[in-house]
T-cell receptor
Framework: DTEVTQTPKHLVMGMTNKKSLKCEQH?????MYWYKQKAKKPPELMFV???????INESVPSRFSPECPNSSLLNLHLHALQPEDSALYLC???????????FGPGTRLTVL | RKEVEQDPGPFNVPEGATVAFNCTYS??????FFWYRQDCRKEPKLLMS???SGNEDGRFTAQLNRASQYISLLIRDSKLSDSATYLC???????????FGPGTRLSVLP
C-alpha cells in the first residue's frame, strides 16, 4: 500500500462548527505533515509529526489542532474557523529522515 | 526576499519544445532539493530529487549550483502530458521541514 488517504474529500462548515480531517498511511512512514494550499499558491507547511510527536508548528492559529493517535493516523481538528481558512488541506508522509513526501489527495474545505 | 523563488510563468510551449525552469533559495544551509509537479486540482507528486552533480531521468534534467543557490529543471521534447505546475522544494537545515516555491505553470500546446 503506497498511498496516503484523506477523508472527507470535501467539507463545508460554518464558523461555529467543530469538524475533523483524517489522514492515514500504511507505508511505515514516521513523519507526517499537514499543509494548507490556497488557489494558485503553493502548499504551506502547518505541522509536522515525527514519531507521533509534534516537531514543527509553523505558528498556526489554535483553531487548528493536530493529533497523531498512532503511527498511521493523523487528524486535524477544526473549531471556530474563519472564511479565509477555506483551502485545500493536504496530508503527506515520508520516512523519517527521508526526502520524498507522499501526498494524499487533500480535503477541500469551505468555511461559510 | 522569499525563501524559495521561481520563474513567475506561465510558460506556453509547443509540443517537442525544450523548456527550462529556474529556482533560487535564500538559505545557504538548505540540505536537499526537489522538483515536484502538481496537476490541476491534484496533489503534488515528486518528479525528481536534485543532486549536486546534476541528474537526469529520461527527458528531465535537474541541476544544482550551491554556490549560486540555484536549481534548474530542463524538460526536453515536451509532451502534452507535461502540462502542470512545477514546484521547487527545499528542505530546511533542521528537521523534516520543507519549503515550496510558488510554482511555475507549464502549458504544452499541440
Amino acid at each position: 500500500d503506497t498511498e496516503v488517504t484523506q477523508t472527507p474529500k470535501h467539507l463545508v462548515m460554518g464558523m461555529t462548527n467543530k469538524k475533523s480531517l483524517k489522514c492515514e498511511q500504511h507505508m511505515g512512514h514516521r513523519a507526517m505533515y499537514w499543509y494548507k494550499q490556497k488557489a494558485k499558491k503553493p502548499p504551506e507547511l502547518m505541522f509536522v509529526y515525527s514519531y507521533e510527536k509534534l516537531s514543527i508548528n509553523e505558528s498556526v492559529p489554535s483553531r487548528f489542532s493536530p493529533e497523531c493517535p498512532n503511527s498511521s493516523l493523523l487528524n486535524l481538528h477544526l473549531h471556530a474557523l474563519q472564511p479565509e481558512d477555506s483551502a485545500l488541506y493536504l496530508c503527506a508522509s515520508s520516512p523519517y529522515g527521508g526526502n520524498e513526501q507522499f501526498f494524499g489527495p487533500g480535503t477541500r474545505l469551505t468555511v461559510l | 526576499r522569499k525563501e524559495v523563488e521561481q520563474d513567475p510563468g506561465p510558460f506556453n510551449v509547443p509540443e517537442g519544445a525544450t523548456v527550462a525552469f529556474n529556482c533560487t533559495y535564500s538559505n545557504s544551509a538548505s540540505q536537499s532539493f526537489f522538483w515536484y509537479r502538481q496537476d490541476c486540482r491534484k496533489e503534488p507528486k515528486l518528479l525528481m530529487s536534485v543532486y549536486s552533480s546534476g541528474n537526469e531521468d529520461g527527458r528531465f534534467t535537474a541541476q544544482l549550483n550551491r554556490a549560486s543557490q540555484y536549481i534548474s529543471l530542463l524538460i526536453r521534447d515536451s509532451k502534452l502530458s507535461d502540462s502542470a505546475t512545477y514546484l521547487c522544494v527545499v528542505r530546511r537545515p533542521m528537521g523534516q521541514n520543507f519549503v515550496f516555491g510558488p510554482g511555475t505553470r507549464l502549458s504544452v500546446l499541440p
